[in-house]
């Protein structure tokens, strides 16, 4: 009786008109605006917590281990790593990758303009796919391409800035205790829109910065240690921490491990930011959400008024009326809920492909608003909604048990 009952009120059977009908639309409208605008919320936050990690991971990796001095601002000192250093790390059950590198400050002049930068120096063990992803031009170069240990990879705010494509020729300058000079060809030019990265990283040969700066095949400016998952970036920062406390006794070196958090503690507290605005908008939709459906069921209630005192008088107990119409209720959650789905999906997928919402590199790190659309969090975010939105309809259902039949029916 109750399904039958609720299905006649909400207008569903054939030749049947809801009488609340404006209700239940604005009910159904702020159930859908209020979850499209949640999807919307977490899918740019979840977008921009993603991307901007990915980029500081593809620039760094999850865990860097360098010389203590260099992390408290003293002289550059090496990092000696043996092959039984690399394999020791390699064996962690966390780590994935272990690519050394040395990174020294240079500038590149040329005939219309001149800046500085910092290079850095790869080996084959470097993890090309992020750098390759991004390029726009060119690229590594390769065993046939002849150039030895002589090119440079640029970024595109670099290059324009220089007025240099691939195939050039970039006279670079070091600083050490000397100025050097050496030409460059440049092979690749990428574009990651992290502009905070882009006007500040080339890439070139680690072998040619050894060199330069006079040190053994086996120093490096650091270690940069890709983990299997980022979650336990903790967990895998204690490992490397481990590894690298028993080499100390071995070496008298004193080194620095720190993970990405340490060394963009700045970016990812501006993330967190992030997240306390999110609970703050979801919390503010639901409260939406929830007072229209509430305003909605009451309107209903109060014109259903003489309905519900004829159920009382032919025996419905208020628990079986309240029954009623929170199973209305549910129709139009539901209802709502699938609406704000599609909405909310379909906007996501729109900017996710098309790009709509432009963004200013230099401020947000991005050129464009990130999506990203997880069904983990989405099917939550649903079941979440509906059990809340439920929740709150037991307040104006508690109105019927005040409703008496003797006065209501009069109104018929």
Not at 23 to 34: K, P, Q, R, S, W
Not at 50 to 57: L, T
Not at 304 to 320: E, F, Y
Not at 347 to 355: A, D, E, M, R
Request: glycine share 8%; hydrophobic share 45%.
């Amino acid at each position: 009786m109750e399904k039958f009952l609720a299905r006649r009120l909400y207008g569903r059977d054939e030749g049947v008109k809801g009488g609340s009908r404006p209700a239940i639309i604005i009910a159904t409208a702020g159930i859908a605006v209020g979850l499209a605008v949640m999807i919307l919320t977490l899918a740019v936050t979840r977008g921009f917590k993603s991307q901007i990690r990915d980029k500081v991971m593809g620039f760094s990796q999850h865990i860097t281990v360098t010389n203590l001095r260099v992390g408290m601002g003293t002289v550059e000192e090496p990092v000696p790593c043996t092959d039984s250093t690399f394999q020791a790390l390699l064996s962690l059950s966390l780590v994935e990758r272990v690519q050394p590198y040395v990174s020294d400050p240079c500038i590149v002049r040329t005939s219309e303009a001149f800046h500085g930068f910092i290079l850095k120096g790869v080996n084959e063990a470097y993890d090309r796919s992020f750098l390759n992803h991004y390029m726009i031009q060119g690229g590594f170069p390769q065993p046939q391409d002849s150039l030895g240990n002589n090119w440079i990879i640029l970024s595109r705010t670099i290059s324009d800035m220089l007025g240099l494509e691939v195939g050039s020729k970039a006279d670079v300058y070091f600083m050490q205790g000397q100025v050097r000079l050496r030409r460059l060809t440049v092979t690749g030019i990428y574009e990651t829109g992290f502009l905070e990265y882009d006007r500040m990283f080339g890439v070139t040969e680690l072998l040619l910065l050894q060199r330069l700066n006079d040190w053994e095949p086996y120093e490096y400016s650091g270690l940069e240690i890709g983990l299997t998952d980022f979650h336990k970036t903790d967990e895998g920062y204690l490992q490397v921490r481990d590894v690298m406390d028993s080499l100390e006794e071995q070496t008298d070196e004193d080194y620095l491990v720190q993970t990405m958090y340490d060394t963009h503690s700045g970016l990812f507290a501006w993330l967190d930011v992030l997240d306390m605005n999110v609970w703050i908008i979801l919390a503010l939709m639901l409260g939406i959400a929830g007072f229209t459906m509430i305003s909605g069921l009451l309107i209903i209630i109060f014109e259903r008024t003489a309905t519900i005192g004829t159920l009382k008088s032919m025996g419905a107990s208020n628990n079986v009326v309240r029954g009623i119409f929170m199973r209305l209720a549910s129709y139009i959650i539901l209802k709502g809920m699938i609406i704000g789905n599609l909405a909310g999906l379909l906007i996501c997928l729109v900017q996710q492909w098309f790009h709509i919402v432009p963004l200013d590199p230099a401020n947000y790190y991005l050129d464009s608003v990130p999506m990203q659309v997880g069904l983990g969090w989405l099917v939550i975010l649903n079941m979440v909604m509906f059990v809340l939105s439920m929740l709150m309809m037991l307040i104006p259902s508690a109105v019927i048990s005040r409703i008496v039949p003797s006065k209501s029916i009069r109104f018929e």
